[in-house]
């Protein structure tokens, strides 16, 4: 099943940067040498198995909208399954920046009205201060939200530099991915029968969380997001080393932490703070729950 998703924004606001890092594997320093998307690139990502998502990175000059909203507007903005518009937080030209991002809404409307519509304010590093950065942040979303012709729209502070990048290409996969319910259904109860404060399931290659199943509240709201970050950093330091990561298991004095790979498409993380709990027996237990995970996952 392909899923058509655009992403779009101004020249420079680092869109084809923020994909590189997903799903090319590039380090956030590596971007630096990328050049400007021309027109448009297309690239194929195969997604948990069936799925596939039909990326179109649009390159964001003013000649090119003219013809993206012109003669090309049927063929860019028909069939949509999402569209991602990437605000630079410093850009020199606002205005012009809100003007296209409702030109993308009204032919978004006319070619795909069930389109997820989610709003990317980037480069969020810029602003060192988190107070002044969280301000920023909201006077911003208000002013897109009042753009955006009421439609529902998702809005994420983002930044290549940090864990906020992941969370938000979760959000946007999370809509992506057909019958999550029966997924999150079966997530809940191996969390059960494991006795785990938490599982997460991510997706292997790009390590973007795909969903979770939690019996034991955790403090940290952006915990998933930050394992995300870390995790794919250590897989590409493996690589360097001519190492591959299958697993690891992280012990302290409040919890143990299971990594490893699930099925061909997923990575699972298991933690839990019952000390009496064996090693053994989490790796035992989730070996059998693969064979029902790939049947969930191929429907």
Same mark, same amino acid.
């Given at each position: 099943?392909?899923? *058509?998703?655009?992403?779009? @924004?101004?020249?420079?606001?680092? *869109? ?16 630096? =040498? ?14 948990? @198995?069936?799925?596939?998502?039909? $990326?179109?990175?649009? @390159? ?10 012109? !003669? ?11 569209? +991602?518009?990437?605000?630079? +937080? ?15 809404? /009204? ?26 950065? =969280? ?18 729209? =998702?809005?994420?502070?983002?930044? +290549?530099?940090? /864990? ?5 290409? !979760? ?11 029966? $997924? ?24 973007? &969380? ?5 019996? *034991?509240?955790? =403090? ?5 997001? %930050? ?7 250590? *897989?590409?330091?493996? @690589? ?6 299958? #697993? ?31 090693? #053994? +027996? &989490? ?6 729950? %693969? ?5 969930? $996952?191929?429907?």
């Amino acid at each position: 099943m392909k899923q *058509k998703v655009l992403l779009m @924004g101004s020249s420079g606001s680092g *869109k084809t940067s923020m994909r590189s890092i997903i799903f090319a594997n590039y380090l956030a320093r590596d971007t630096m =040498r990328l050049s400007m998307t021309l027109d448009v690139e297309h690239s194929h990502v195969r997604f948990l @198995g069936n799925l596939v998502l039909n $990326l179109w990175d649009c @390159g964001g000059q003013d000649a090119f909208y003219e013809s993206y909203f012109e !003669s090309q507007r049927d063929h860019i903005f028909s069939n949509v399954a999402v569209l +991602i518009y990437v605000f630079d +937080i410093e850009s020199l030209h606002p205005e012009k920046d809100i003007d296209y991002y409702r030109g993308c809404l /009204e032919a978004i409307t006319q070619n795909s009205d069930n389109a997820n519509i989610f709003v990317l304010i980037h480069k969020m590093d810029r602003i060192p201060d988190p107070v002044t950065r =969280r301000e920023a942040f909201k006077q911003y979303e208000q002013t897109i939200l009042g753009h955006s012709q009421g439609m529902k729209v =998702r809005c994420f502070a983002t930044s +290549i530099w940090d /864990e906020t990048l992941y969370r938000a290409w !979760s959000a946007i996969v999370y809509s992506l991915i057909p019958d999550m319910e029966i $997924l999150e259904s079966n997530l809940s109860k191996l969390c059960e029968v494991l006795d785990a404060d938490e599982v997460v399931l991510f997706e292997h290659a790009t390590f973007l &969380v795909i969903s979770h199943a939690t019996r *034991k509240l955790h =403090r940290d709201m952006h915990r998933f997001e %930050k394992i995300s970050n870390i995790i794919k950093q250590f *897989k590409l330091s493996c @690589g360097k080393s001519m190492a591959q990561f299958q #697993a690891m298991d992280v012990r302290n004095s409040n919890f143990t932490a299971f990594i490893d790979t699930f099925t061909p498409n997923t990575s699972i993380m298991v933690i839990v703070s019952d000390p009496d709990i064996q090693p #053994a +027996i &989490v790796h035992h237990n989730l070996k059998r729950a %693969k064979i029902q995970f790939e049947q969930v $996952l191929r429907l």
